[in-house]
């Protein structure tokens, strides 16, 4: 109880990290893109968590919202709309998945020695920067709030516009003719 | 202990691969859409890391962008599935041999 209580951010971290890659796995060897689906909501849940654990607690509201909320059902609606039956016999992998697999460790295993090999100094050296909005301590999605509004005002309203771009284009192609 | 952003770096890094794999290797369209997913949320991870580590905002605000952007791309990517289904009765990926040269 000691250890857990001295170490819980380490713990906390551990766990959810077991569960995101164990989720994110499942999503992608799953025969029935349902149960797929409901993996890859768990997979975003506790990404969430790892978020929070970061001190990025509008991240995490945002993750929860937008992907655990939107994308989850626009998944969820197109899986109902096409016919799974069709599915069930067919092979779930590409004849290249071995090859696949084999170069996926030996990336994974770049990754970790590149990582390894930088060291990066103490991490948040200026915590209350993480919550600043104009010299007084606020909050985190106050800070960025202020940021979003007034250093990337114009990335912003591109973004905005890029969504209704989306949005117009996928009621286009979804249109029956 | 002290989780250092190393830490997240590997994670997003195994997180990135296990997308990767998923959208080289499935041939269920709904599935590589769903890897796509996996990718940019492992970028969000990283980018969330190194605003910790730089105690700097701008990772958290790039963060942002990505959902939207992710957001963004589901729709379309679900809109051309559908239209796929519509055509073939099947979202299996090796029919989709339309533009082979």
Known sequence: ?177 | MEIATTHYLVLSGILFVIGLVGIVTRRNMIIVLMSIELVLNSVNLNLVAFSYQMSDLTGQVMAVFTIAVAAGEAAVGLGILVAFYRLHSSIDLEQATELRG
Not at chain 1, 47 to 72: D, K, P, S
């Open chain 1, 1 to 177: 109880m000691d250890f857990l209580v001295a170490n819980g951010t380490a713990v906390l971290f551990y766990l959810f990290a077991v569960i995101t890659v164990g989720s994110a796995i499942a999503v992608i060897t799953m025969r029935n893109p349902m149960y797929s689906a409901i993996s890859l909501l768990v997979c975003f849940l506790s990404m969430a968590a790892l978020f929070l654990l970061r001190h990025a607690e509008f991240i995490a509201v945002v993750q929860v919202f937008v992907y655990g909320g939107g994308i989850m059902v626009l998944f969820l609606f197109v899986i109902m709309l096409v016919n799974l039956h069709k599915l069930k016999e067919m092979r779930l992998f590409g004849v290249q998945w071995p090859m696949a697999v084999i170069l996926a460790i030996l990336l994974i295993g770049l990754i970790v020695v590149v990582v390894m090999s930088v060291s990066f100094g103490p991490p948040n050296p200026y915590p209350e920067q993480l919550v600043d909005v104009d010299g007084e301590a606020l909050g985190n999605s106050e800070a960025v709030g202020w940021h979003l509004y007034r250093e990337y005002l114009l990335p912003f309203e591109i973004a905005s516009i890029f969504l209704l771009v989306a949005m117009i284009g996928a009621v286009v192609l979804a249109r029956k003719e």
